[in-house]
Nanobody
Framework: VQLQACGGGLVQAGGSLRLSCAAS????????MGWFRQAPGKEREFVAA????????SYKNSVKGRFTISRDNAKNTVSLQMDSLKPEDTAVYHC?????????????????WGQGTQVTVSS
């Protein structure tokens, strides 16, 4: 099982990035998927999650209205559209596959993790 995230980079505050995560080695259409992030010196934190069929989503309060999570089960991918980026969004972003169909905001509910992609937002 592998998760490959891409799309990170350096962007100015107010800009946008789109992260994508491709899953292989297993069909993930029956499981929730999520995005977490970890900034230097800080603990990993929940960012967004989506249920197995894409019908339900959840967001960290500080990214609501700016980030959008989506998935394409035919392609085994999950994406995170990030708009109006702020310097405090700077972190390594990890995608993850949950153990259940319904989403969770807890990292302990996710079984598989990608290696992460760096997002840096300059002020």
């Amino acid at each position: 099982v592998q998760l490959q995230a891409c799309g990170g980079g350096l962007v100015q505050a107010g800009g946008s990035l789109r992260l994508s995560c491709a899953a292989s080695g297993r069909t993930f259409s029956s499981y929730a998927m999520g995005w977490f992030r970890q900034a230097p010196g800080k603990e990993r934190e929940f960012v967004a999650a989506i249920s197995s069929n894409g019908g339900s989503t959840s967001y960290k309060n500080s990214v609501k209205g700016r980030f959008t999570i989506s998935r394409d089960n035919a392609k085994n991918t999950v994406s995170l559209q990030m708009d109006s980026l702020k310097p405090e969004d700077t972190a390594v972003y990890h995608c993850a596959v949950g153990a259940y169909a319904s989403y969770s905001t807890s990292a302990s509910s996710y079984e598989y993790w990608g290696q992460g992609t760096q997002v840096t937002v300059s002020s």
